[in-house]
């Protein structure tokens, strides 16, 4: 049997097996080894899903009992995590001329101001997560706005698609325009509020978690950076997303703001908002002290090597990293949802540091390691037994010089980095969340 048109694209079988070639990591490549045994790679093998969840995988084609998605000759990849995105922002991709701080101010706010209204908050939401899934990206975390109602609108959002979704309303107190700040008790009660009834809860907002956001350091007074903190430090299963040093101006601006701290990281580490759930982008104008020290808090730095380049924001020393490092597309200042596109900018990025990114590092970064990074190995970010079935479907190569190039390959790094470097979203053939497809 196979799939009806109706069971595709809503409630997919109880037990069904998607065929294809299954890519995924059993551990964490090492850097510059393109034949890494971190590597599982099954041409032509059968991914047995019953009740959204994976239960094995086999080369044999499964009996009768199964329904069929047949995707032979394709790439079967786990779904992406984007560890660093902002909902509102689509409307600001691509915006001409600007570094970070004037991009925020001519572009961003303003942007952001709109999602006060909650029909505007509920349609960015739905078009948001839906490009998400058109990218291939069926978990992400998450940057809404300062408005309680665009957290809200993105949680029931990510609900009804049934994805894994970390997001939490922006803190952000100061150096902002009108309408876009809050204050430090209204924005707990907000906080504890969307705790209460989104983080950790059962039925429909199981694959929901909320993450503390402070949007950047100069944004947020000494108070509520404290309070948000103190919101960590009162249940560590909370997540904790923000920025930190991805400009040169930026860093400057709060030496000078907080002349106490000794780096902009230790801005964070003061008020107890650097630890194992802490996802910080960008990260680029880091010393040696501040690497050492999210190691030893198992924090992760989101990498966003499109919004670097495109921002001119600098060069992320990754293979000096020393700590957990995830992929992100940082939209809008990044300039496209496509982890591939992201990917192969990261790549450009340590070419011109004088390193070069295998793709299994790269593609490691973008699923397994990134779920490892948010403590959620278990559920996302490979293709075992008892994961999730958030799974993406690729064509190896679209087009003519796509397809001359798969053509010769001659190994499978060769193979896949020309996928890396060639694809974006127009690969995408079919996403499954939860074993539903959805696109």
């Not at 100069?218 to 103190?230: D, H, I, K």
């Amino acid at each position: 049997m196979s799939f009806t048109n109706k069971e595709k694209f809503s409630d997919a079988p109880r037990r069904w097996a998607l065929r294809g070639d299954l890519l995924d990591f059993t551990a964490a490549p090492a850097w510059g080894d393109a034949e890494s045994p971190a590597v599982r790679f099954d041409r032509d093998h059968w991914l047995l899903i019953e009740d959204g969840r994976i239960v094995g995988r086999q080369a044999a084609e499964p009996d009768e009992s199964w329904a069929r998605d047949d995707h032979a000759g394709r790439l079967v990849l786990p779904g992406f995590i984007d560890t660093h995105v902002h909902c509102p922002q689509l409307e600001v991709i691509a915006s001409y001329g600007s570094e970070l701080l004037d991009w925020l101010e001519r572009y961003t706010f303003p942007a952001e101001a709109a999602f006060a209204d909650p029909a505007r908050s509920r349609a960015g939401a739905e078009v948001f997560l839906d490009a998400l899934l058109a990218s291939g990206t069926t978990s992400a975390v998450v940057f809404p706005t300062v408005h309680k109602v665009s957290a809200e609108a993105l949680f029931e959002g990510a609900a009804a698609r049934g994805m894994r979704l970390v997001t939490g309303k922006v803190l952000m107190d100061r150096h902002a325009p009108d309408g876009l700040r809050d204050d430090v008790e209204q924005a707990e009660r907000d906080c504890v509020d969307l705790i209460d009834r989104f983080h950790g809860q059962g039925g429909p907002y199981q694959r929901l978690a909320y993450a503390v956001t402070v949007r950047f350091a100069p944004t947020s007074t000494p108070a509520q950076l404290a309070m948000a903190g103190a919101l960590c430090r009162a249940d560590a299963s909370l997540y904790m997303q923000t920025h930190v040093a991805e400009n040169r101006a930026e860093v400057d601006w709060v030496a000078r703001l907080f002349p106490e701290a000794r780096s902009y990281l230790d801005v964070y580490e003061r008020v107890g908002l650097v630890h194992e759930r802490a996802v910080l982008a960008h990260g680029i104008w880091l010393d040696d002290a501040d690497r050492r020290l999210l190691a030893a808090r198992g924090a992760q730095v989101a990498h966003c090597p499109s919004s670097n380049l495109f921002l001119g924001s600098g060069l992320f020393d990754w293979p000096g990293a020393g700590f957990n490092v995830s992929l992100a597309s940082d939209v809008g200042g990044g300039t496209s949802l496509s982890l591939p596109r992201n990917l192969l900018d990261a790549y450009k990025i340590q070419a011109l540091r004088g390193a070069r990114l295998t793709a299994w590092v790269a593609l490691h970064a973008a699923t397994r390691g990134a779920a490892g990074a948010l403590r959620l190995g278990g559920e996302i970010g490979g293709l075992s037994a008892g994961q999730a079935a958030d799974i993406c479907v690729w064509d190896w190569a679209r087009g003519p010089v796509a397809q001359a190039r798969d053509a010769v390959a001659r190994e499978l790094h060769e193979r896949v980095f020309a996928w890396m470097t060639l694809a974006d979203e127009r690969n995408l053939a079919a996403c499954y969340v939860a074993g539903r497809r959805r696109v």
